[in-house]
């Protein structure tokens, strides 16, 4: 039983079993080439990519890459010493379902992995009105995106369930680090919602990010887990921390009824999705002890990995 009496299945993390073999990143774009290189030297990986430029690139660092389009036939050889999989491509920007997953689940054939984690959203909670979310909490997808990935989460489940094969949904918030900050939308004048109008936001810092990949591979934990720091500052507050860290001007502060004028349908509804998200099966369970659960603190090593120098502190 969790700690409101609900019962849990999901198998623990007691301790670590890296599996041998290949680790197959499924599209290596941002996390998954940080997560590449966290894993060469470990284990043998393998990257699928979506270009020729982005396998040469990967290649030239030492790591295994594949140009594969997964929206094709999703025609790809898997590794026969196949261990591990980290699926990181999003599903297609229409419909209900992910074809892409299942084509890609499709194509490893005969092969069986140990373990096999997906990356999904925190998305697939829904707008819960601020109120705490945790893995046991009923997903509710408001949007087509979320149901998209709640979708794949499910069919990623039974595949594994079919199988035998440990399943891991790290359901992600949003991800910020280097080159990944919002340094052009401050420069570009983008408002932020006033603290009034603002719930609780979910971040992540990406170097964390793969830390829990690279822990989701190597404990023996199913089941979804939360990804986030833990720290529920609001969107528009974020904006403020980087932009004082930047030395860039503070974001122009709006109501939502001025939002609703000057912010883009699809960004205001992703502004106002409000939950708190919680990590203990993170940091408890998986053992994932974060680098950045103050957003400062990631901010300001995202900036001087950039080369940025940090002002406002």
Not at 193 to 204: A, K, V
Not at 288 to 295: A, E, M, N, Q, S
Request: glycine share 12%.
């Amino acid at each position: 039983m969790d700690r409101r009496g609900r019962r849990v299945c999901w198998a623990m993390a007691t301790e670590t079993a890296a599996p041998a073999g290949t680790c197959l990143l499924a599209g290596c774009g941002y996390t998954g080439a940080r997560l590449a290189r966290r894993l060469l030297g470990q284990r043998p990986v393998l990257a699928l990519v979506r270009s020729a430029a982005s396998a040469a690139a990967l290649a030239a660092e030492g790591i295994g890459a594949r140009a594969v389009d997964l929206d094709g036939d999703g025609g790809f050889t898997a590794p026969l010493d196949l261990a591990s999989v980290v699926y990181l491509a999003p599903p297609p920007g229409e419909g209900e379902g992910d074809p892409r997953f299942q084509r890609f689940l499709a194509g490893l054939g005969e092969v069986r992995p140990q373990v096999l984690v997906y990356l999904s959203t925190t998305g697939v909670y829904g707008d819960a009105q601020g109120a705490s979310v945790d893995e046991v909490t009923p997903p509710m997808p408001g949007d087509a995106q979320g149901r998209r990935r709640l979708a794949a989460e499910r069919a990623g489940a039974a595949w594994c369930a079919e199988r035998g094969v440990r399943w891991v949904a790290l359901r992600v918030a949003g991800i910020y680090g280097p080159h990944r900050l919002p340094l052009e939308r401050l420069k570009a004048g983008e408002p932020v919602l006033r603290p009034e109008d603002s719930g609780p936001g979910n971040r992540i810092q990406v170097d964390d990010l793969v830390a829990a990949c690279q822990a989701a591979l190597d404990r023996p934990l199913s089941g979804p887990v939360n990804v986030t720091d833990g720290d529920p500052s609001s969107i528009g507050a974020f904006l403020e921390l980087a932009a004082r860290l930047a030395g860039l001007p503070p974001p122009r502060r709006v109501t939502l009824a001025e939002a609703r004028q000057a912010i883009s349908p699809g960004m205001l509804a992703f502004l106002l999705a409000s939950r708190r998200v919680l990590n203990r099966r993170l940091t408890e369970d998986l053992g994932v002890r974060l680098r950045y659960p103050d957003p400062e603190a990631g901010v300001l090593a995202s900036l001087a990995e950039m080369g940025i120098s940090t002002a406002g502190r």
